[in-house]
């Protein structure tokens, strides 16, 4: 099926959404938050939300990249370039910033599951670091020459969304020992800040020597 990637491609994928997926963030934040204070209910509708803010940015990205490899090839050559050194600043972050994880305390009033999924979708949409990241990640994974390159950006933005669901459900459903656990140890961020820095240097390094060669 031509909007299938390679099996290598699926899996090369597959292991930077798990990394991506586990690593710190405003959206995992968001969800250990919710399902703290107001139960899993509302960390799962956290949840939920965040993947239909993946898919609004998987549609955006797929038909954007599509556009600019039809129209300019070389800005689409200088866009992954550029999404490899992004991958670069990202892994650089991860180590000397960390990934920020607060936990926020209850509200006064506590919100309906509804507006726990909103949440969710803004916090996920509103994200520039989440914008910038799909820009310049997904097109790591297509060729300017593939004629399916817009099936097989929505091929992967999806496979990130299936892949990071049962994860975050598991996020959702340890949220106390989890939250503990960050609490407790920062050693547990780090690990994960390290195991994401170290797949994006690889994908950045893996993309800069393939374009140097052309």
Do not use: C
Not at 6 to 33: E, H, K, N, R, W
Not at 63 to 80: D, E, H, N, T
Request: hydrophobic share 60%.
């Amino acid at each position: 099926m031509p909007f299938v990637p390679d099996l290598p491609v699926i899996l090369a994928f597959a292991l930077a959404t798990v990394i991506l997926a586990i690593t710190p963030g405003p959206d995992m934040a968001l969800q250990l938050s919710r399902a703290v204070n107001y139960g899993r209910p509302h960390g799962l509708a956290a949840m939920f939300g965040a993947m239909a803010g993946i898919v609004v940015h998987t549609t955006l990205v797929a038909f954007g990249i599509s556009v600019l490899i039809v129209a300019a090839p070389p800005l689409f050559l200088a866009l992954k370039i550029a999404g490899a050194l992004y991958l670069l600043w990202l892994a650089y972050g991860a180590i000397t910033q960390g990934g920020g994880l607060r936990i926020a305390a209850a509200a006064p009033r506590v919100p309906s599951v509804r507006q726990s999924f909103a949440t969710g979708v803004g916090i996920n949409l509103l994200n520039p670091k989440v914008v910038l990241f799909f820009m310049t990640f997904l097109p790591q994974f297509v060729d300017a020459h593939d004629p399916g390159a817009t099936g097989k950006l929505f091929f992967l933005g999806f496979e990130f969304v299936l892949i990071s669901i049962p994860l975050g459900l598991v996020t959702v459903l340890a949220a106390d020992w989890l939250a503990a656990a960050f609490k407790r140890s920062i050693w547990v961020e780090r690990a994960l800040n390290w195991s994401f820095a170290a797949i994006f240097t690889a994908f950045a390094a893996t993309i800069l020597t393939a374009q140097a060669r052309h």
